[in-house]
């Protein structure tokens, strides 16, 4: 069944505001090391009531065949995922000029 935008009456797949919300986030990614020195690839800055981080943690999670949690505005993968994340960031419809990439360890 087809699900409708109630602000707009149109149907949500036809809808743009994701695209316009995604293109307006300020995000960044770093390494972080939790219990037994693990890495985990965070991605901060997300703003959950503009996108849905439990979608794009979901699809991150499957394009890594990895593990992983999202919380508050954060998304944690278990793993070192820096040198691939910004272009699947990109994929998922995110722009590339907002994206930035830390190579040292945060937190």
Known sequence: ???????????KELSAWDNIAMENQK?????????????YTVVEGLNA?????KDIAKKLKNK????GTAKKDVVELQGNHL???????????FDPATIEVSKKFGR
């Not at 890594?64 to 593990?67: D, L, N, R, T």
């Open 49 to 53: 009531s503009e996108v849905d981080i």
């Open 64 to 67: 890594f065949a990895c593990g």
């Open 27 to 39: 995000i960044t990614v770093n390494i972080i090391r939790k219990k037994f020195g693990k890495q």
């Open 83 to 93: 040198a691939t994340i910004k272009d699947a960031l990109v994929e998922i419809g």
């Open 1 to 11: 069944m087809v699900e409708f935008d109630p602000i707009t009456g149109l149907p």
